[in-house]
């Protein structure tokens, strides 16, 4: 079993749809939580950082952590074309040791 | 502020041949990490540098190897180079990782291609 487990998509949804991507994951000693974006050919770029359980929201983007059931979700409110990319989740337990996703393929249609 | 910078951008290089990738950090980052992001594949762990030494490894043979410098920029070396290294080769840095857990900010990478 992965340690850390991500529909790889393709998900395609209409412009303006609410998107929700989700990791779930094995290690119970994992506590930051983190969501990159990556566009094709570059590398991937932070979007979300969170500790522990809860939610942390910034613009149109929320992150959800769920330690009980080890589930992380990411939500992004009035998808746009250009939120089109591979979305990445990674944790750690605080050690140099960052856990990825293999990334979900997220398409926005006009 | 500078992100992390990483060249060349692409490398192409035939099959035995050997690799050198570069890396800068964003100004005040002490750390380093290296990746290999295959086709299809999450991104695997290769090596870390702290202050100028390794400080761990990936599941990779000792033909990826690598170093930090006194100005905290890195260098991956991939010696004797198989088809299977084609990948994006990406960079990553953050602060001092002995503390605290540290964000990791990415650099493009460097696209290597093995013929």
């Known amino acids: 079993q992965k340690e850390v487990e991500q529909d790889p998509g393709p998900l395609s949804v209409p412009e303006g749809a609410i998107v929700s991507l989700n990791c779930t994951y094995s290690?119970?000693?994992?506590?930051?939580f983190m969501w990159y974006r990556q566009y094709s050919r570059k590398g991937p770029e932070l979007l979300m950082y969170?500790?522990?359980?809860g939610n942390k929201e910034d613009g149109r983007f929320t992150a959800q952590v769920d330690k009980s059931s080890k589930y992380i979700s990411l939500f992004i409110r009035d998808s746009q074309p250009s939120d089109s990319a591979t979305y990445l989740c990674?944790?750690?337990?605080?050690?140099?040791?960052?856990?990825f996703g293999t990334g979900t393929r997220l398409k926005v249609l006009a | 502020e500078a992100g992390v910078t990483q060249s060349p951008t692409h490398l192409i290089k035939t099959r035995g041949q050997q690799a050198t990738l570069r890396c800068s950090p964003i100004?005040?980052?002490?750390?380093v990490y290296w990746y290999q992001q295959a086709l299809g594949l999450g991104l695997q762990f290769l090596l870390w540098y702290d202050e100028g030494e390794e400080r761990n490894r990936g599941n990779f043979p000792p033909r990826f190897s690598g170093r930090q410098f006194p100005n905290y920029s890195s260098e991956l070396n991939v010696n004797a180079l198989e088809l299977e290294d084609s990948a994006l080769y990406l960079c990553a840095s953050s602060w001092d990782q002995g503390a605290t857990n540290e964000k990791l900010f990415f650099g493009s990478g460097t696209q290597l291609s093995v013929l």
């Open positions: 290690n119970s000693a994992f506590q930051y």
């Open positions: 969170t500790y522990s359980s």
């Open positions: 100004s005040g980052h002490t750390s």
């Open positions: 990674a944790m750690t337990s605080g050690t140099y040791k960052y856990i």
